[in-house]
């Protein structure tokens, strides 16, 4: 069945860049997907690309997709104390998403 | 403003009483969800709507049921039959152009 895995934890300086990971299973998803899940909230959708793309930027956000290998990386840039909080990647299919585990992103001052 | 409700967002029961966690969404979204969220497990699907009066098991449906009478509402009843019912819930909805679900802010559930 389908599967994302993603590392639970990532610590970083700030000012560094985080680079977060992720790996899928279902070769057909169409959209892949990152939210930011802050304390005691719910998710919110930070970036999504299409499954025919490498790369796409927004702002401090860059995400690649190696189809071949179905890893997805979220890379933050100059990353702010206000950057902690869970990331997820989800891939679409059959109308749903399925999402990783997250990965809790610590951002030392 | 437009968005997802989720009431209340603690909710206490004893073990062995159902209870309806409440969703309501003024986006005019056709599509609705319920996740359950445990530390550690990301987010699984107990059950979806992708129109009103229909709607499909997810991945953990199993104890749980929902109806959807209404194309904004979207309640998810936790029954005694679920083994392990402590968990954060979280509904989201999404309309069938937009590629984004949006989140309600959750409900924490704890059942002794």
């Known amino acids: 069945g389908e599967d994302v895995e993603q590392s639970l934890f990532l610590s970083v300086r700030e000012g560094d860049s985080s680079v977060i990971n992720c790996t899928y299973t279902?070769?057909?998803?169409?959209?892949l997907y990152w939210y930011k899940q802050e304390p005691g909230a719910g998710l919110q959708l930070l970036t999504y690309?299409?499954?025919?793309?490498d790369m796409k930027q927004d702002q401090r956000l860059t995400v690649l997709l190696n189809k071949k290998d179905k890893h997805l990386s979220l890379r933050i840039a100059d990353t702010q104390t206000g950057d902690s909080a869970i990331y997820f990647c989800?891939?679409?299919?059959?109308?749903?998403?399925?999402f990783g585990q997250g990965t809790e992103l610590s951002v030392k001052p | 403003d437009g968005g997802i409700t989720q009431s209340p967002k603690y909710l206490f029961r004893k073990e062995g009483q159902n209870v309806t966690l409440s969703c309501e969404q003024n986006?005019?979204?056709?599509?609705m969800y319920w996740y359950r969220q445990d530390p550690g497990q990301g987010l699984r699907l107990i059950y979806y709507?992708?129109?009103?009066?229909?709607?499909q098991k997810g991945d953990i449906a199993e104890g749980y049921s929902v109806s959807r009478e209404k194309k904004e509402s979207f309640p998810l009843t936790v029954t005694s039959a679920q083994k392990n019912p402590t968990a954060f819930y979280l509904c989201?909805?999404?309309?069938?152009?937009?590629?984004?679900?949006?989140f309600g802010p959750g409900t924490r559930l704890t059942v002794t």
């Open positions: 989201a909805s999404t309309d069938r152009t937009s590629l984004e679900q949006y």
């Open positions: 690309i299409f499954s025919n793309m």
């Open positions: 709507s992708q129109i009103v009066n229909d709607f």
């Open positions: 989800a891939e679409s299919t059959g109308g749903k998403l399925i």
């Open positions: 986006l005019n979204h056709d599509a």
């Open positions: 279902d070769s057909s998803s169409t959209y």
